[in-house]
């Protein structure tokens, strides 16, 4: 309803000469097949965490002094990091749309041959090599990242001004979100449908069912065409001057990348909240798996208010200031948090605390869990853009390891008193916060509609006085500068706070 893209001057015309416009819908095809894929990777990722819990109940001991108990949650995490360093190069270096179809190949294959593990009917061995299939898992969410992200926040720039952070926002983190709750609420379902029986089934089909998205994607991504700003800007057969990209982004790439350690660092150990509230409401060990599951269900539906709501703020307040304004005040609540944990912790006031619980968790996503992903694919040139981001984020991956490893110390230098032993991770977590948001002020730009194209000049400008041929941004393949001739490639003026650069 009059929602349409500014038309270019290449935009083909009709008959009349008129400039042919592109509804909405049309310009949000690209953006959604490039980024809806990370619902996949928020189900397999969430998933896991329902599976690892139908595994101590159908395996007992055997489960609980086999390795997969350590390693078969986390192993992803590996993979993941593996997979955002090595396609942010491909999606540079080969193709944007290229490699998106690759990462959604190997997360379906071996989403599909961990459902169905098994090992010669030995236990052990199944646990194992579903160990090995969820790192393969990990390597295809990974890919996701760079490549989804990048290419979905370059299709943005066909979308109307004023909108473009908000569609990012939807096709990127919320659909993490939701993939978060489905993965909670598959498995809630098909426990229901088994009369919380038939163990091996409940954990097979919950896995089997992440199969489906990303099946549903692969198709619209096979004809999906490459970003007109990657078609215009990219190094795919130009040298990287990485030394040049070093001095250029190196202090805005180790901002961005502290500000995502520190976010992920900090997220896992909000988790002992959940498990507090779900102690306070039943008896972990005697319920049946669709108490455990359901309530899982609700607790993952907390994000969903913050990605949602803070998605249009931050086209109106800009990434920059709605992620610094979301970790400040996500800070303040942790702190309340922690200072009251004796009073919130009691089973009388379980209602109280999942609210309190829920408004932080949506400050969460607010601030860092919509904005750092949009500020990492905003922040750079689109001829290095996936290798940026894909080491912000895979930065941001180690962080989450890193705090797996380091708070259960913090936790332990409470002592003997549970109240401390809460509070600690909190208090350090909350103060992270504050830190994040000087950090994103100091280290990081104002990102604007027309950032995308604004940065693609500033670079080339760059490039340029430091005697790099910009002429090489761009080239088809079978192109040599000699047949490009010796003058520059014509390009469009890009707004920039209303002035022509």
């Given amino acids: 309803m009059g929602w349409f893209r500014k038309v270019s001057p290449e935009a083909k015309a009709d008959g009349h000469g008129v400039a042919k416009r592109k509804s909405i819908w049309t310009s949000l095809l690209p953006v959604m097949a490039c980024g809806a894929g990370l619902f996949s990777d928020g189900y397999v990722n969430n998933v896991i965490g329902s599976v690892v819990t139908i595994l101590a109940l159908r395996y007992g001991d055997v489960w609980a002094t086999s390795n997969a108990k350590h390693y078969l949650g986390d192993i992803a995490f590996a993979g993941t990091v593996v997979g955002q360093l090595v396609f942010g190069y491909l999606s540079d270096k080969w193709s944007r749309t290229n490699s998106l179809v690759l990462s959604t190949v190997i997360l379906l294959v071996f989403t599909a041959l961990t459902a169905g593990s098994y090992y010669h009917g030995d236990t052990i061995g199944m646990f194992n090599i579903m160990t090995a299939w969820r790192f393969f898992v990990g390597i295809g969410i990974g890919g996701e990242y760079p490549a989804g992200s990048v290419g979905c926040a370059e299709s943005t720039s066909e979308l109307k001004s004023g909108t473009r952070n908000m569609w990012f926002i939807i096709f990127t983190n919320t659909m993490i979100d939701w993939g978060f709750v489905f993965g909670a609420f598959v498995p809630y379902v098909v426990a229901a449908a088994c009369h919380n029986e038939h163990l091996d089934t409940i954990w097979r089909t919950s896995l089997g069912i992440g199969v489906v998205f990303p099946l549903s994607l692969l198709i619209l991504r096979i004809f999906l065409k490459e970003p007109e700003e990657y078609q215009k800007n990219s190094m795919k057969y130009a040298p990287i001057p990485y030394w040049l990209v070093l001095r250029f982004y190196g202090f805005r790439l180790l901002m961005v990348s502290l500000v995502w350690f520190i976010y992920d660092f900090s997220a896992y150990s909000f988790g ?24 899982n269900t609700v607790i993952n539906l907390f994000y969903i208010p913050g990605t949602m709501l803070g998605a249009p703020i931050s086209d109106w307040i800009g990434p920059r200031y709605a992620l610094a304004a979301g970790v400040t005040l996500q800070a303040v609540v942790g702190f309340i948090m922690a200072g009251d944990y004796n009073k919130l912790a009691q089973p009388e006031m379980v209602g109280a605390f999942a609210v309190v619980y829920g408004i932080f968790l949506s400050l969460g996503e607010l601030g860092p869990g919509n904005n750092i992903g949009l500020i990492a694919a905003k922040t750079c040139a689109t001829g290095v853009r996936g290798q940026y981001y894909g080491i ?11 705090g797996t490893w380091v708070f259960p110390y913090i936790i332990a230098a409470g002592g003997e008193s549970k109240t401390l032993s809460a509070q600690y991770p909190f208090y350090v977590s909350s103060s992270l916060c504050i830190l994040s948001a000087g950090l994103i002020l100091v280290g990081v730009p104002q990102i604007g509609q027309d950032s995308i194209g604004s940065e693609n000049d500033r670079f080339r400008a760059y490039l340029e006085m430091n005697g790099y041929d910009v002429r090489q941004l761009g080239l088809k393949k079978g192109d040599t500068l000699e047949s490009l001739g010796s003058g520059q490639i014509e390009r469009e003026p890009v707004v920039v706070d209303e002035k022509r650069v």
């Fill in 272 to 295: 002992i909240y959940s498990s507090t509230i779900l102690a306070n409401i039943f008896d972990s060990e005697q319920a049946p798996l669709t108490t455990v599951f359901g309530w």
């Fill in 392 to 402: 912000a984020a895979a930065v941001g991956k180690i962080g989450a390891f890193v």
